[in-house]
RNA sequence: GGGCCCAUAGCUCAGUGGUAGAGUGCCUCCUUUGCAAGGAGGAUGCCCUGGGUUCGAAUCCCAGUGGGUCCA
């Protein structure tokens, strides 16, 4: 096993007299200037010392401290890049949000594949890290949402066997440089280089790892520099903290990180970085929560913060007695220091917490019960119950904005319609939740027992209520609540016993054969009109379903991809015409599932299913255009979520934070038909990625990510999309575009359903013909039908109440006069048996009028098999349930109900009668039972 | 992407295979002319939709639609 100690020992280090030393209280090793340092530097081995005693020549705010330091790097020939969105899941699908700058680059770049945007480069990636949200205001240190400034560069190495197979080549520069740069950037702000530690802390994370610095100034950890170099592997040399091997890999990359906040907060000495970072909105929260400290007051606040890194959840075992141990150390009651320090951790985390959501909404992450939205759902709906504990009687809209307008986004109406909207849906899960829980809490008030903790589980799962929530409003009615110790992880238990995955594994034939094959030429982008093509077939496959898959030097055929169906169409040769039905695309190898087999090394003219073909492009080009409609009416924030093309309709699901109303559907459909009228050009071009995502942003990459230094965009109107898939030229050729429906596919997700071209007419003709049908049935015009049909509705309800009263009557007109029934005697009880040939609801209503006579009914029905009810008034001594289940019997039925009144049937209707003439017997037996 | 919960009167919700309910609101009358007043009477329902099981489904099963919620 080897070591990692070797790779700290820097030539730098060694020029400039560092020293190498290991901390007494955690064991790590550290270098510094310093020979009599001994400790590491970083609580709690330390203690911060720039707090009052600001770290740097001159106080910067947080935009001073990003330009001095981006510049710093653009004096020392790194280019500077603009940041990503937070949401990183538009550009990777492993991760949900942007956690650090080199997120920007992985997987494509890191690996080699793609080159980077610049390199070396610097950049200030605005991070959200949800993991650090319980240390977020108490701390002092913590923030949910962040800035990391880093600087980056690319290295391969060469002397591999073909260093061309990267995207970049050579070292560009590796561990000495990077840790002078660090160094040069503390003498610039003027800091003692003999108070900055780099303490040695290997880094490990996504299937890489390398040795890495954490950089110590004044006890505040302010960057880490990472040299990563390592891949896992199993038979690797070098172990590292998570106990997995790993092995050199050929690219090596530095990762720097800078916290922004950190270096600003150091460069003033506040006590808490919130207040560095946005002062403007602490002084904007304390005083509208009312919180007005005396100077004694403030002076212990002010000493608590010093001391306040100790309060980390992660490090410290028992937060509450960390809280003891500052203040036992600043001479107060914990009591006492609590209710002054709480209210504030409160504001300091609603600041950050709104940041992070202007972050995440002015990004247009649209909040959802899936993926980012949920996340941002939870961010939201916390800081709402920090804000209601604390007291701020500000709008939550109004909040983010005050970050919104911070960070300088330009979608603010829609970021702060966002909020109302969400901060109202869970003003109504949480009444929901109250009358629920007030309802169980009845159900407990009378007996001794708390409410169990299954039933917390129940109400925090499925209906998303706390079980600090319960407890506070069963309290009300003093209805004690018993909250398992283990509360969380039994919501996970109920989640895992539920959980069944079953992988489905791809199967593909041939997929090895496949690699050896040359990437098919793409004819399809040449010209996108034309459906003629020849070409050599290079090899044939026969499939187990007796069909060919056959693979061509070139084809005309667009494969499955990007939500576009195949096309289909022939390959002739002299002999043979195979029809392609199915047509995939596996590493640029384009494959041709066919009827007949070609023949390999045959010339082959293929012919495309131009009918086929023309109405996909006229649904994909009318996906671009429907898209950028619907961007338009519902908002920027409008993002594609899946698409399926079709030849008779497209669907396309867009995140969205409403239902879309018949309002808007018009209007989106007024705007993409005029974009069609428009019949502008509709152009592609093959940019070189970096390039086109500056110019257009990520908003490109709405169908996915495609790979490659250069990339196909699709410009449809003033819409940029990156797209592989083929469009008509103009978009007059779409013809028309008729959206079909709407619907909520999930919590902020709508689909959009539509058809374009001949397509669209087609849909109309069918709702046309629907409303003609109705209208004829009606016997009335079109455009009366709704009327019509309202009130036939109306009457249809009158004259079903109608028909009740009227049996009503007939019933009891029955009962009471002179009737075909046969009356029995049974021992001073009356019985009426009688055949009433109606629905159930007549031979009720006949059998109660009966009973009200003070007469034992046994009603029978022949409609629709045997039916009986029976009905016997109190005191009879008659069990209705007992002669219906006998009587049922014998018509090959069952029945039953309350001893009073009760009903069977069955379906032998030619027995009933037999079943009335025995009645009487049934009864007298039943009674005397 | 997965799990769970819900859908019944205008509203909030009970309902256990056997005659669809309560509170509130609504209408009428009475009492009182007093602030969420009291009394009496009355009207309100495709029990979300479509299948299935059953003699019989608001109730059980399946699918769909709509809503809620938790997790990755």
């Known amino acids: 096993m080897s ?27 550290f270098w510094t200037l310093d020979p009599e340092q001994e400790t590491c530097g970083e609580p709690p081995c330390d203690e911060y010392s720039f707090i009052d005693d600001a770290g740097f020549e001159a106080e910067f705010e947080l935009g001073e401290m990003r330009e001095a330091f981006l510049s710093f790097f653009e004096e020392r020939d790194h280019e ?7 949401a990183a899941n538009r550009w990777r699908d492993d991760v949900l949000l942007t956690q650090a700058s080199i997120y920007d680059f992985q997987p494509l770049v890191t690996s080699g594949t793609t080159p980077p945007p610049a390199n070396p480069l610097t950049i200030s990636q605005p991070c959200i890290r949800m993991q650090d949200i319980d240390n977020v205001g108490v701390t002092g240190r913590h923030t949910m949402a962040f800035e990391m400034m880093a600087h980056h560069a690319f290295n391969a190495r060469e002397d591999i066997d073909d260093p061309g197979q990267y995207a970049y080549e050579g070292e560009v520069y590796w561990k000495e440089e990077t840790v002078a740069y660090c160094m040069e950037l503390f003498e610039e702000l003027g800091a003692d280089p003999a108070e900055v530690t780099l303490i040695e802390d290997p880094w490990v994370g996504g299937g890489n790892a390398g040795p890495a610095f954490e950089v110590i100034y004044k006890g505040a950890e302010l960057a880490t520099l990472v040299f990563m170099q390592f891949e896992a592997d199993p038979d690797g040399e070098y172990e590292m903290k998570d106990g997995n091997r790993y092995s050199p ?21 506040t006590p808490t970085v919130y207040e560095a970072v946005y002062p ?40 509450e007695a960390a809280r003891d141990d500052i203040a036992a150390e600043i001479g107060v009651e914990t009591d006492r220091l609590r209710e002054l320090v709480e209210p504030l951790e409160s504001i300091y985390a609603i600041a950050d917490h709104s940041r992070t959501l202007a972050y995440m909404l002015g990004d247009g992450i649209v909040p959802s019960n899936i993926g980012t939205g949920y996340l941002a759902r939870m961010v939201l709906r916390r800081t709402k119950r920090l804000v209601d504990d604390v007291g701020v009687d500000a709008p939550m809209d109004e909040l983010v904005d005050m970050q919104a307008e911070r960070l300088g986004y330009s979608n603010r109406d829609t970021i702060r319609d966002v909020v109302r909207t969400e901060v109202e849906r869970y003003r109504e899960t949480l009444e929901r939740g109250r009358r629920r829980v007030e309802q169980l809490a009845e159900e407990y008030e009378d007996s001794d027992d708390p409410i169990p903790g299954a039933e917390l589980v129940e109400l925090y799962d499925s209906h998303g209520i706390q079980p600090d929530m319960v407890a506070e409003i069963a309290a009300e009615r003093g209805v004690d609540v018993d909250v398992p110790e283990d509360f969380y992880s039994a919501v996970a238990e109920r989640h895992e016993a539920t959980d069944a995955g ?48 056959v693979v061509l030097d070139q084809t005309m055929f667009y494969p499955e991809g990007g939500g576009q169906p195949p096309d289909h169409g022939t390959l002739s040769t002299e002999d043979v015409t195979a029809d392609v039905t199915d047509v995939q695309i596996t590493d640029g190898v384009i494959v041709h599932t066919c009827d007949a087999d070609p023949g390999t090394g045959d010339f082959v003219r293929g012919k495309v299913n131009a009918i086929r073909r023309r109405r996909l492009m006229q649904h994909h080009t009318a996906t671009h255009i429907v898209v950028h409609s619907a961007r338009q009416v519902l908002g920027e924030h409008v993002r594609q979520a899946g698409a399926q093309k079709g030849t008779d309709s497209a669907r396309i699901d867009v995140r969205h934070y409403e239902r879309v109303s018949r309002e808007e559907v018009k209007e989106i459909e007024r705007i993409a038909n005029d974009i069609v009228t428009d019949n502008g050009q509709v152009t592609q071009e093959w940019p070189d990625r970096h390039e086109a995502e500056a110019e257009y942003g990520f908003d490109l990459y709405q169908g996915g990510i495609p790979e490659g230094e250069r990339i196909r965009i699709v410009q449809v109107d003033e819409d940029v999309q990156a797209c592989g898939g083929t469009h008509v030229s103009r978009t007059g050729d779409v013809g028309a575009i008729k959206l079909l429906s709407t619907e909520r596919i999930q919590d902020g997700v709508v689909r959009l359903t539509f058809a374009a071209g001949e397509a669209a007419i087609g849909a109309t003709q069918r709702t046309e013909d629907a409303l003609y049908e109705a209208a004829e049935v009606l016997d009335v015009d079109p455009e009366d039908v709704p009327e019509t049909a309202e009130r036939f509705f109306e009457e249809w309800k009158a004259r079903g109440k109608e028909i009740e009263e009227l049996q009503q009557e007939l019933a009891e007109t029955r009962a009471s006069g002179a009737n075909e029934g ?11 048996i009688q055949r009433v040939d109606g629905g159930m609801d007549e031979l009720r209503a006949t059998a109660n009028a009966i009973a009200e006579d003070g007469a034992v009914a046994v009603v029978g029905s022949a409609t629709g098999g045997a039916q009986f009810v029976v009905a016997a008034p109190e005191g009879s001594g008659v069990d209705a349930g007992a002669v219906v289940g006998e009587l049922a019997e014998r018509v090959g039925g069952g029945g039953g109900g309350p001893p009073d009144f009760a009903q069977g049937g069955g379906p032998d209707a030619d027995a009933l009668d037999g079943a009335l003439e025995s009645a009487p017997d049934v009864l007298r037996q039943i009674k005397s039972a």
């Open 249 to 269: 890999m050929d690219t090596y990359i530095v990762d720097t990180g800078y916290g922004l906040e950190r270096w600003t907060w150091v460069s003033q000495g």
């Open 3 to 29: 070591d990692l100690e070797e790779e700290y020992r820097l030539e730098y280090f060694e020029e400039h007299g560092f020293h190498r030393k290991q901390c007494p209280e955690c064991g790590d090793h």
């Open 280 to 319: 403007e909105m602490i002084d904007f929260l304390t005083d509208n929560a009312g919180i007005d400290h005396t100077s004694e007051e403030e002076a212990i606040v002010h000493k608590a913060a010093k001391l306040a890194g100790r309060m980390d959840i992660d490090e410290a075992k028992d937060v």
């Open 80 to 86: 500077r890049i603009e940041p990503y969105p937070v």
């Open 822 to 832: 046969d009356e029995v005697d049974l021992d001073g009880t009356r019985a009426v």
């Open 502 to 549: 079953a992988d489905s594994e791809e199967a593909t034939s041939h997929g090895e054969r496949l690699v050896d094959l040359p990437e098919t030429e793409r004819l399809y982008y040449d010209d996108q009109e034309r459906m003629e093509f020849e070409a050599v077939v290079l090899e044939v496959f026969e499939r187990e379903d007796g069909d060919y898959d």
